[in-house]
Every structure is written in structure tokens, then in C-alpha cells.
């Protein structure tokens, strides 16, 4: 039997009506490796959330826009852009039914942050005014599957077994990263100059973060489809 991979959603408003909203890719990306895409909508009720979490064998923390720095006890500097703090409680608390479970679990570019935070981390509210000398890692490219810059991967990881190789090119559209890692997670990978683009889970089976769009990349690049392979695999055995 095909896999149920839960996917997070973004809020978005337009005139009186409010939407639950997710870029096509991940769905795709999802179809593309046999796994059965299943949207969690934005709800504040957490006994709802748990129900969706007994019904997915996955989940995968989506991209989106900025988390609410109040989450690891900063206060907003000038650079921070837009945060939807909907979002970020709905995620914050669905990641918390999820963890317990040891369910497989995949952050991407947001979702690796958000990951990161609710389990006591810290983040980089914004890359270029904080850190001397970062590169740049926000692409103004409208073709999210073009590669904007390398990075280095850690021979002894899940990606490095997934990719089989320790250096790759990946798309870039975010400018907060990961700054002090959560409980029980250990980076895997970095930027050439030093921005943590990846990391996994040393307590649970299945827990990786990745600061690119794989899904993106999907469609032209199938290197980035093994990913999704990996996970949809491990979906549909943990149980």
C-alpha cells in the first residue's frame, strides 16, 4: 500500500476569502516517488492535528515565509521579513504530535528551520546582516529548479548515503538558516561559507532538514528525486 505523506500548507488571503495554499511541486514530488500526498490544513485545534497524525505514515514541513524570532527568545530585527504566527503555531504544534511518534520526517528550507526551533534551536534572522562575509543564498531567479550554489555534504549521513556524493549543487531561496541546532540534531551538511544546509535526527530514525527546494528539482534533475525516494521508503515501513 501506497504511503500517506502529510504536507503543511501556508495561509494566503485574497479580498474577503482566506486560503490554505502549497506549491504543486511538493505534490509532484510526492506522486513522482508512489507516495500518496495528503494536505494538513491550517487548524488551531490540536486534538484535529492528532488525528491527521494517525492517519499519515510522513510528514514533510514545507517551505514558506519567515518564523517569528519570539519562538528562541530574540526579538525581530529590522531585516526579518513577513511571519504568519497561524503558521507558525499550527506547525510548531503538529511537529509536536509528530515527534513522539517516530514517524519519518522532512524539512524543507522553512520546514528545516521550523524543525530546528520547536525542538529548542536557534536561527539567523537574516544571513547577510548578521554573518561577515556570507555569500549570497537568496536567488532572485524566478526558475526555482536552476542551481545557485555548492555544498558540502558529510560523508558520515543520511544524504551523503542518499546522494552519493559529498558535494553537490543546490537552489537557494531563503535568507534565515539555522544558527544553533535543536536537541539532538547534528549538521550534514554546509555552504562554502559556513551556513548549515542540512542536518538530521541522532535520537530518531527519521528526522532530516535541508535548507534548498528539492522538490523543485525534481522535475528536471533527478538526483533530488532520491530524496524523496529515501523518504517515501522509509514511510512506508516504520510502522
Known amino acids: 500500500m501506497k504511503p500517506i505523506i502529510g504536507l503543511t500548507v501556508s495561509g494566503e488571503r485574497k ?7 502549497l506549491n504543486c511541486t511538493y505534490i509532484n514530488a510526492i506522486l513522482e516517488v508512489g507516495g500518496v ?6 487548524v488551531a485545534d490540536r486534538d484535529i ?20 524570532p519570539l519562538y528562541y527568545g530574540e526579538n525581530p530585527i529590522k531585516e526579518l521579513g513577513e511571519v504568519d504566527e497561524h503558521r507558525d503555531s499550527y506547525e510548531m504544534a503538529l511537529f509536536m504530535e509528530a515527534y513522539p511518534t517516530d514517524m519519518p520526517i522532512l524539512g524543507i528550507c522553512r520546514g528545516c528551520q521550523l524543525i530546528n526551533v520547536a525542538l529548542g534551536g536557534t536561527l539567523y534572522q537574516d544571513i547577510n546582516s548578521q554573518i561577515e562575509g556570507s ?23 543520511k544524504l551523503y548515503d542518499i546522494f ?52 523543485a528539482m525534481v522535475p528536471k534533475r533527478a538526483l533530488f528525486t532520491k530524496l524523496f525516494e529515501d523518504f517515501v521508503k522509509q514511510c512506508a515501513t516504520w510502522r
Open 37 to 42: 500526498p495528503l494536505l494538513i490544513p491550517m
Open 49 to 68: 492535528l492528532a488525528r491527521y497524525i494517525n492517519i499519515v505514515d510522513g510528514i514533510i514541513f514545507t517551505g514558506g515565509g519567515d518564523i517569528s
Open 135 to 157: 555569500y549570497g543564498h537568496l536567488s532572485k531567479s524566478d526558475a526555482i529548479s536552476q542551481v545557485y550554489h555548492m555544498i558540502r555534504i558529510e560523508k558520515e549521513s
Open 15 to 21: 479580498g474577503q476569502s482566506e486560503y490554505n495554499s
Open 164 to 215: 552519493g556524493n559529498d558535494t553537490i549543487a543546490v537552489n537557494s531561496y531563503h535568507h534565515q538558516a539555522v544558527k544553533e541546532l535543536g536537541d539532538g540534531l547534528k549538521a550534514t551538511a554546509y555552504s562554502y561559507d559556513g551556513i548549515i544546509e542540512a542536518y538530521e535526527s541522532v535520537k530518531k530514525d527519521y528526522i532530516i532538514g535541508v535548507q534548498w527546494h528539492p522538490e
